[in-house]
């Protein structure tokens, strides 16, 4: 445009230039000023107050950043629950991101994830840090995508599809095996993480693919579920599946430490990792689809396949044949089937190890209901009618929520009902553009909510309990986690033939009150499993 003109840079004025600049500059100021003016008349008129400052010692909170990255102890403990503890129950902060409002009020939640739900999305962030893997799945959307999404998941999870415990069984049994691999059936001193962690995972390909990894199995026996699938294959790969698992979930864990730097964790052992999972996630989309085909032919001819168990993939399939959104949507069920369930099921042992009476307590209700080890006669509904078992459930995650801090960003001026004002019980007008984060670890101990033992783990306290939304451990709202059902199904399954197993459990190490933690694609217990096991 300049060379039509015939303008060049160094003919127009240096003041021209200036001026220029000056007319953009105060345009800039006058649109923050009517910005703001209009906020504050917002907030006016809502009768909203702000909430407790948190001053940094460094500006944009650096230094909370820097004690972050790298850290080795108990990051929730040491670092964020002190942080937060500071500023009372709502309270706002400085960061690189810009102002933070943090709070672990029931009420705000709801506004959060239910009430206000259109105010909200959870933003780029997310699938910055973890669209690398997960791509545009259910995880890392929001809006139209999102709901998308959510229509495709939602009606796998019916009752049908998460109840057939026979699959549950057949991994337990390997779970067994691996308890009784070179110990004494009558004491067993073991690590149950690691065991724990292959069962969610043969768990879940199951349920997926139609095919378990087996990784039980392969740890047992030192194979590889791919040796086999990628025998073919002229990208040969020294990692195991398990680790390439291990691998990916641990590093998309770490990456929201790093607030946008994610390029420094992208090691080659982290994008083999990814490329080792996409590939495994591909070879069964390539599969199913073409067996669609060929099913599609059957019909045409007026041949009746033969009615096969219910496979999550083949369902999902026959509402998109896109191959990317197939792996989004497959991945990220994947990576969180895995990690979540086995945190809670962590979480659940070493409680019961340090809490011998509600083992036996527990393990006799379990006994009446399904009888001995050697006669299982559990359902979907009797599993959820065993109180005692659900009772442990509950109050693990209470005490331990797999997902302990979440954050939205406001996409509207909008409020939170409570944390304003001196007294923190005006309403708190939330500025477009401002991240929310909410602290469901923080509000599940709040001794106002639950009690002088709210940090002691307690399961009777359930017994005829009822909660609102100060109890959120799945989130809630249309975001609420449409797995649920069948993490709690997988977990009460294996708790219950543990129970009957198994007579008694302790800790590894006696004496120990510390659980650590710390949080990848879910927060789980820093230290591992440790029990002694008495059959």
Known sequence: MLALLNITPTSIPLRTILGLVLIYAVQSCIRRYLSARRFRQFASSNNCEPPHIIPNRFPWGIGEIIKVIGFKGDIIDDIICPAWNKGGNTHAASSILGQVINTCEPRNVQAILATNFKDYVIGDMRYRQAGILLGRGILTSDGARWAHSRALIRPQFNRDSISDLDVA?????????????????????VDLEPLLFHYTLDMITEFLFGISVNSQQAAMENIDFLDEMLKKDSQKTEMSFSQAFTIAAETLGQRPRILGLNWLLDSKKFLEACS????????????????????????????QPKKQKYIFLEELSKETQDPQELRDQLLTLLLAGRDTTAALLSFVFIELARNPHVWKKVRQEVLETFGSENSPEITFSSLKGCHGVQHVLNETLRLYPLVPFNMRYAVEDTILPVGGGPQGNAPVAVRKGTMVSYGVFLMHRRKDIWGDDALEWKPERWVKKTVGWEYAPFNGGPRICLAQQFALTEASFLLVRMLQRFERIEPAVPGETEIKKDF???????????????G
Do not use: P, Y
């Open 169 to 189: 069984e057949r991994h337990v049994q390997a779970l067994f095996e691996a308890l009784s691999k070179s110990q004494d059936d009558e004491e067993i001193s």
């Open 520 to 534: 990848g694609m879910a927060m789980k217990a820093a230290d591992g499993v440790g029990v002694r096991l008495f």
């Open 276 to 303: 080792i999972l996409r590939r495994f996630t591909d070879h069964f989309i390539t599969l199913t689809l073409r067996h669609n085909e060929e099913r599609a032919e059957d019909f045409k001819s007026d041949k």
